[in-house]
């Protein structure tokens, strides 16, 4: 029988999910310097720093399709954004 | 000026501090309402002490500090700016750092991940694009950081309040005491770093217990802290009794309570006899080889003010602390009836290890939750709280009588200063008197330039010295 706590387990669970939108949880906290990922709008990363707490990493756009113009910008990607390491 | 009377049953708080008489109601130690009051008329306006630039020698360090009741963060930035931020995430309030210090690029809100650089800005929203759809400046949302910061020579101190004035006005007459706090013992400026960590502990007294009574309350000693000459915790061993002072012994001077009633610094200090720094004595007989440092140290202090009058070397730096070259002394008020005591302590920056660590024995053996000197005064200071809160206790008003009427002064000796016997209770009634007008003060218009001390206020300064 499920209780009313399981209920709420599972719906936040559920929202979690719903939240990271994949399959795969990559932990990105010690991902070190150099390193490629792949972010979820389609670009293509290098970590340029990681402050290591697992939330987000300082990274420079390599690949960006859909809006060239930001090739070679820094900017920061958040972990569920992170969705695969490729180097 | 701005009169705010507030009410405590059909009592003005003016009516609690009666400074013409020396009588202090025990309300403005246990009120809540009172002490509410405080932390807004006081502590948002006051110039705090945050820390110590060798706390965070690199880019990226940081250590967490407070100002009254609220966490800051002292953080050094990647283009080495020093700053003061609150510590809550602008979202939904989260604290962003949970170490009391460390080295870090950002303080990532572990609640929703908002992030923020370590010069305070906003720089990660997650969803930003996705969710905020532009709609939010992240500019608009950095932490909060203090209305003013200094560094004075190595010290950190800030406000809340834009319209206070400089910190070096704030000091007045105390600046040039201060500077020299933060001097290595060879004289020279930004000569120390502090021992790492920070004390820490709760007792359960109002602040104002331990930070109005300190370098205010020399009565206390001969009674309270008798038993310590005894234990001879000092580093001179049993010699002398165990009474280190007078081994101590410079050159000729007369001791007083010395304070600037108008802005509430004071301290015990000394006026000498004649320009210069003493001769060092040794005293460190039981730690070989740390005698011949400090003395050394004083010999290069010696030629730096061969010429120069000093004046004292501790200062109460109104409201909550007490700046002494080995140990810094913090009352950070966490609810009416409880203090959070903070120690640092300073050491030459440049002393051998050895020297460093023999001064950090002593200063363990001496203050702090476990040094002696301050077992014996928390106790006086917890238990005096305790039994002040009773009904009919509260009736009974505190005695602030000691030397009132009695101030002089010595602009020669002591530009500035007031002065008085060196058991008096001058210090504290000008705490009071400080505390009264942050407290009626509708901002820092009512209360900078400075508002003379009133005849009528228990502070009369009688006559210059020598004709007392
Ligand atoms: S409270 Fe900090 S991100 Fe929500
Ligand atoms: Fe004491």
Same mark, same amino acid.
């Given at each position: 029988?499920?209780?009313?706590?399981?209920?709420?387990?599972?719906?936040?669970?559920?929202?979690?999910?719903?939240?990271?939108?994949?399959?795969?949880?990559?932990?990105?906290?010690?991902?070190?310097?150099?390193?490629?990922?792949?972010?979820?709008?389609?670009?293509?990363?290098?970590?340029?720093? !990681?402050?290591?707490?697992?939330?987000?990493?300082?990274?420079?756009?390599?690949?960006?399709?859909?809006?060239?113009?930001?090739?070679?910008?820094?900017?920061?990607?958040?972990?569920?954004?992170?969705?695969?390491?490729?180097? | 000026?701005?009169?705010? /009377?507030?009410?405590?049953?059909?009592?003005?708080?003016?009516?609690?501090?009666?400074?013409?008489?020396?009588?202090?109601?025990?309300?403005?130690?246990?009120?809540?309402?009172?002490?509410?009051?405080?932390?807004?008329?006081?502590?948002?306006?006051?110039?705090?002490?945050?820390?110590?630039?060798?706390?965070?020698? !690199?880019?990226?360090?940081?250590?967490?500090?407070?100002?009254?009741?609220?966490?800051?963060?002292?953080?050094?930035?990647?283009?080495?700016?020093?700053?003061?931020?609150?510590?809550?995430?602008?979202?939904?309030?989260?604290? /962003?750092?949970?170490?009391?210090?460390?080295?870090?690029?950002?303080?990532?809100?572990?609640?929703?991940?908002?992030?923020?650089?370590?010069?305070?800005?906003?720089?990660?929203?997650?969803?930003?694009?996705?969710?905020?759809?532009?709609?939010?400046?992240?500019?608009?949302?950095?932490?909060?950081?203090?209305?003013?910061?200094?560094?004075?020579?190595?010290?950190?101190?800030?406000?809340?309040?834009?319209?206070?004035?400089?910190?070096?006005?704030?000091?007045?007459?105390?600046?040039?005491?201060?500077?020299?706090?933060?001097?290595?013992?060879?004289?020279?400026? !930004?000569?120390?770093?502090?021992?790492?960590?920070?004390?820490?502990?709760?007792?359960?007294?109002?602040?104002?217990?331990?930070?109005?009574?300190?370098?205010?309350?020399?009565?206390?000693?001969?009674?309270?802290?008798?038993?310590?000459?005894?234990?001879?915790?000092?580093?001179?061993?049993?010699?002398?009794?165990?009474?280190?002072?007078?081994?101590?012994?410079?050159?000729?001077?007369?001791?007083?309570?010395?304070?600037?009633?108008?802005?509430?610094?004071?301290?015990?200090?000394?006026?000498?006899?004649?320009?210069?720094?003493?001769?060092?004595?040794?005293?460190?007989?039981?730690?070989?080889?740390?005698?011949?440092?400090?003395?050394?140290?004083?010999?290069?202090?010696?030629?730096?003010?061969?010429?120069?009058?000093?004046?004292?070397?501790?200062?109460?730096?109104?409201?909550?602390? !007490?700046?002494?070259?080995?140990?810094?002394?913090?009352?950070?008020?966490?609810?009416?009836?409880?203090?959070?005591?903070?120690?640092?302590?300073?050491?030459?920056?440049?002393?051998?290890?050895?020297?460093?660590?023999?001064?950090?024995?002593?200063?363990?053996?001496?203050?702090?939750?476990?040094?002696?000197?301050?077992?014996?005064?928390?106790?006086?200071?917890?238990?005096?709280?305790?039994?002040?809160?009773?009904? /009919?206790?509260?009736?009974?008003?505190?005695?602030?009588?000691?030397?009132?009427?009695?101030?002089?002064?010595?602009?020669?000796?002591?530009?500035?200063?007031?002065?008085?016997?060196?058991?008096?209770?001058?210090?504290?009634?000008?705490?009071?008197?400080?505390?009264?007008?942050?407290?009626?003060?509708?901002?820092?218009?009512?209360?900078?330039?400075?508002?003379?001390?009133?005849?009528?206020?228990?502070?009369?300064?009688?006559?210059?010295?020598?004709?007392?």
């Amino acid at each position: 029988m499920s209780t009313a706590s399981d209920a709420e387990e599972t719906k936040s669970e559920a929202i979690a999910d719903s939240a990271v939108r994949s399959k795969k949880v990559i932990m990105i906290t010690d991902l070190p310097e150099g390193s490629q990922v792949r972010l979820r709008n389609g670009q293509i990363a290098e970590v340029t720093a !990681n402050p290591r707490d697992g939330g987000w990493l300082f990274v420079k756009i390599l690949e960006s399709d859909a809006d060239p113009s930001r090739v070679g910008t820094d900017d920061m990607a958040f972990c569920v954004d992170v969705i695969d390491v490729i180097k | 000026m701005t009169a705010l /009377v507030r009410s405590y049953g059909d009592r003005s708080l003016r009516s609690l501090v009666d400074l013409d008489r020396g009588l202090v109601s025990r309300e403005i130690y246990v009120n809540e309402d009172i002490y509410k009051m405080e932390l807004e008329q006081v502590y948002t306006r006051a110039w705090l002490f945050i820390g110590h630039e060798s706390q965070v020698p !690199n880019p990226g360090d940081f250590v967490v500090s407070r100002m009254g009741e609220e966490e800051v963060i002292l953080v050094r930035d990647r283009k080495n700016e020093l700053h003061v931020f609150l510590n809550t995430c602008r979202h939904r309030g989260m604290k /962003v750092c949970r170490y009391d210090d460390g080295n870090t690029l950002v303080f990532t809100c572990p609640f929703h991940g908002w992030s923020y650089d370590t010069d305070g800005r906003l720089v990660g929203v997650p969803y930003y694009d996705a969710a905020y759809k532009g709609d939010m400046d992240k500019s608009e949302w950095g932490l909060p950081e203090v209305a003013q910061m200094c560094n004075y020579y190595g010290s950190v101190w800030a406000t809340w309040d834009k319209g206070a004035p400089s910190f070096e006005d704030y000091l007045g007459p105390y600046a040039d005491m201060a500077r020299r706090v933060f001097q290595s013992t060879d004289g020279e400026d !930004n000569g120390v770093e502090l021992f790492n960590p920070v004390y820490k502990w709760r007792i359960p007294c109002n602040w104002k217990f331990p930070g109005f009574s300190f370098d205010g309350d020399r009565a206390h000693g001969a009674m309270t802290h008798r038993s310590i000459n005894v234990a001879a915790i000092g580093p001179q061993g049993d010699a002398n009794g165990g009474n280190r002072s007078p081994l101590l012994a410079p050159f000729p001077y007369t001791d007083y309570e010395m304070t600037v009633p108008e802005l509430g610094h004071g301290g015990h200090n000394a006026i000498y006899d004649q320009p210069g720094v003493a001769p060092y004595k040794d005293t460190w007989f039981t730690e070989p080889g740390i005698d011949d440092y400090y003395r050394e140290q004083r010999e290069k202090k010696r030629e730096k003010y061969k010429d120069k009058y000093i004046v004292g070397e501790t200062a109460h730096i109104w409201p909550n602390v !007490n700046i002494q070259p080995h140990r810094i002394l913090i009352w950070h008020p966490h609810s009416a009836g409880v203090t959070e005591s903070w120690r640092a302590y300073p050491i030459d920056r440049m002393a051998p290890q050895f020297v460093k660590d023999a001064q950090r024995r002593y200063m363990m053996r001496y203050g702090g939750p476990c040094g002696l000197t301050e077992s014996d005064d928390m106790e006086n200071w917890n238990y005096a709280s305790a039994a002040s809160t009773g009904t /009919v206790a509260k009736r009974f008003p505190y005695n602030f009588m000691m030397g009132a009427g009695h101030a002089f002064k010595d602009e020669e000796g002591a530009p500035g200063m007031t002065l008085n016997y060196e058991v008096a209770e001058e210090n504290q009634r000008s705490r009071l008197r400080r505390w009264l007008e942050f407290m009626e003060a509708g901002s820092w218009e009512d209360i900078y330039p400075v508002n003379p001390v009133s005849p009528s206020a228990g502070q009369a300064v009688k006559a210059e010295r020598g004709t007392v």
